[in-house]
């Protein structure tokens, strides 16, 4: 019973034992029948789980197991030739190898054994290089396996409307050129973590990965672009109550209506007249020139007279930053912070008042909070044993009552300011309050004031306008009750 079994058999497992006869050709065959059953067997195991790998696992799943695979099916066929390299050497001739004689059965099988693995291959191999590339586009490879180094982004990016969105739907366009471009960059990026040679912070603007006009017209289409938008702001005062103030503004942000371009969006979205202008710090904070294209070959220039305001921006050049830089103006331009906003003390105390997460019925806890924010150095743990202690400190010495009834508010609030920090400051990466400016607005930095300050003059005298009532009409300013909102019905 046994015997006929292996009678059997044996005819079709000569061709293995001829391709086992060396050392190398075994260790190939190995390698790649370990690593394929490995791959598979997690390709089941996740198809079952919808939990998320760790992202390290991903790494020798996705990128190194197919890469052994690979080095392992190479290893089979150089094993032979260098069998039979050695054999006719010492001047046997190597008769074990079939020849290729289609009456031969031996030769058969063998063709027959060596395509069946080919194609059992070629599958393998194709399921691993789309698994590959999908992993490689996933926001946790960009996010997390450069852990250290894109954390902040990751962070700030997780908070923001475009979570779902993935890193590679912003910061790689369509195309092939983006694609080999991207993977180019990613691998520099992983040796550079890797040997630590890294900037910190990462700069911004983004040099080879920067999210395009097209990238976000995939999703936000011009054409949509038109009508205005009501924002308002809130804003708590630095007194006991914590004052409420409220901002309310209608952004005319506009766009095609109409055929005619208007508004923000339109007049800087018009392909037809496209605006260019000349940086030279390094991070497009400061613009000396900037030119309004008629369309027809013909151009306005405009000049700053006096050099660019102070602002509370760091505006240093950037590390390696080129001197000068002609660039047109498309989305990211004004949006360069869609994603990865990081906040300023005081506009991030607003936003978790208003949430109710830091409770306003804490006397002082605007003020405190943010004197505590901007006070707190070094890595996280370090900064929050520094935030819980002022806070804690301030309100046992001055309002003692409150401490021991409203433990609870409290202890929030020590809890929401310290997370602050962690969103918005990484030590280690050098990223700190105001490191990465937002050029929407103007009040926290110079923004749309970087041009439009009534200062660039053309030759015909024209100013780029600082007119409030081109960008938005004022409702409200900073009022503690605006009647716009009751006429409205928002608000109390
Ligand atoms: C909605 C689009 C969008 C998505 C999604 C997105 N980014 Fe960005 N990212 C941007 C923009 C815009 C900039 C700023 C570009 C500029 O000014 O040049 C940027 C800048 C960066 C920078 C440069 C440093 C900085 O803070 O400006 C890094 C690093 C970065 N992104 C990583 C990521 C990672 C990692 C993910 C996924 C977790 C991601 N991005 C997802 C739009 C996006
Ligand atoms: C894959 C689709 C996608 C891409 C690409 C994309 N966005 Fe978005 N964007 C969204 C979605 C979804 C929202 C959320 C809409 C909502 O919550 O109402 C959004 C919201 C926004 C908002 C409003 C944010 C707010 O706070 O209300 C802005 C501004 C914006 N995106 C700008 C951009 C810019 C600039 C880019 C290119 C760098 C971009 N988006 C790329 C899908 C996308
Ligand atoms: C000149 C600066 C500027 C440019 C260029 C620009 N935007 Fe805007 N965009 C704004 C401003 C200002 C707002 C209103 C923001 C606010 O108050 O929240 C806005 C609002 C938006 C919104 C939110 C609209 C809403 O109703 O919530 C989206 C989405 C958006 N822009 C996408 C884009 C895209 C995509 C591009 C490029 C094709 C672009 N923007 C180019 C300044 C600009
Ligand atoms: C790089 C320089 C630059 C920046 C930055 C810039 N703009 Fe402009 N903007 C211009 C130029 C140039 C014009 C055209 C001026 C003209 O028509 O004479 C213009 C025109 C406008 C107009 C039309 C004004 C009119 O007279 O009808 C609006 C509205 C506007 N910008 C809004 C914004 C907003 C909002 C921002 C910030 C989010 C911004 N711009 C940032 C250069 C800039
Ligand atoms: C070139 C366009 C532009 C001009 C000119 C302009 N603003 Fe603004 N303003 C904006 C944008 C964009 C925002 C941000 C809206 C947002 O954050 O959603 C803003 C925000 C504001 C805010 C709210 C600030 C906050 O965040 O609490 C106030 C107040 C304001 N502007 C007042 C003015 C006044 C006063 C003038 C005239 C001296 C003026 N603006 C001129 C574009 C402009």
Redesign the pocket.
């Known amino acids: 019973m046994e015997n006929e079994a292996t009678g059997k058999l044996s005819p079709w497992l000569k061709p293995i034992t001829y391709l086992g006869r060396n050392w190398l050709t075994l260790a190939g065959a190995v390698l790649t029948t370990s690593s394929a059953i490995t791959l598979v067997g997690f390709w089941f195991r996740e198809a079952m789980q919808t939990k998320p790998l760790n992202p390290y696992t991903g790494m020798v799943l996705y990128l190194m197991l197919p890469g052994v695979f690979v080095v392992g099916l190479l290893l089979i066929p150089a094993g032979l030739l260098w069998d039979r390299h050695q054999l006719k050497k010492k001047g046997i001739h190597p008769d074990l190898v079939p020849q290729p004689d289609f009456k031969s059965p031996l030769f058969l099988r063998a063709v027959g054994l060596i395509g069946l693995a080919t194609l059992v291959n070629v599958a393998i191999l194709g399921a691993a290089s789309v698994q590959g590339v999908e992993y490689l586009d996933s926001a946790q490879f960009c996010g997390q396996t450069c852990h250290t180094v894109m954390n902040p982004e990751h962070t700030a990016y997780l908070e923001s409307p475009h979570s779902r969105v993935s890193c590679v739907e912003c910061h790689i366009g369509p195309g092939a050129s983006w694609f080999v471009q991207s993977k180019l960059s990613g691998v520099r990026q992983v040796f550079a973590v890797a040997l630590n040679t890294y900037s910190r912070p990462i700069p911004s603007p983004v040099e080879q990965l920067r999210p395009a006009r097209e990238t976000c017209e995939q999703c936000h289409w011009p054409q949509k672009f038109h009508g205005d938008k009501f924002v308002v702001k809130q804003k708590y005062s630095e007194d006991e109550a914590n004052t409420l103030l409220t901002t309310v503004l209608v952004m005319?942000v506009g766009g095609r209506s109409g055929g005619e371009f208007k508004?923000?969006h339109g007049?800087?979205l018009d392909l037809a007249a496209p605006?260019s202008?000349i940086s030279t710090d390094g991070r497009r904070q400061v613009?000396p020139r900037?030119f309004?294209s008629d369309g027809k070959g013909g151009k306005?220039e405009?000049v700053a007279e006096t050099k660019a305001p102070a602002t509370k921006a760091d505006t240093k050049p950037a590390e390696g930053a080129k001197k000068e830089e002609l660039r047109t103006?498309d989305c990211v331009?004004?949006h360069n912070r869609p994603t990865h906003k990081f906040w300023l003390p005081e506009r991030a105390v607003d936003s978790a008042m208003t949430s109710g997460l830091i409770s306003p019925k804490i006397p002082f806890v605007k003020k405190k909070a943010v004197e505590a924010l901007k006070a707190a150095k070094g890595p996280q743990a370090q900064a929050a044993a520094q935030i819980a202690a002022a806070l804690t400190d301030y309100y046992q010495k001055t309002y003692p009552d409150l401490v021991q009834k409203e433990k609870p508010l409290l202890d929030a609030a020590v809890k929401e300011t310290q997370a602050i920090y962690a969103r918005n400051v990484d030590d280690h990466m050098r990223i700190t309050w105001g490191t990465h400016p937002e050029?929407?607005?103007h009040e926290d930095f110079p923004?749309?004031f970087?041009?439009?300050d009534d200062n660039h003059k053309s030759s015909t005298g024209?100013v780029?306008?600082q007119d409030c009532d081109?960008?938005h009409t004022i409702l409200a300013t900073e009022e503690a009750n605006p009647k716009i909102l009751k006429d409205l019905g928002i608000g109390g």
């Open positions: 005319k508004g923000i007049r800087h605006i202008y613009i900037v309004l306005v405009y103006m331009d004004c050029n929407i607005g923004g749309c970087r041009c439009h024209k780029i306008t081109k960008c």
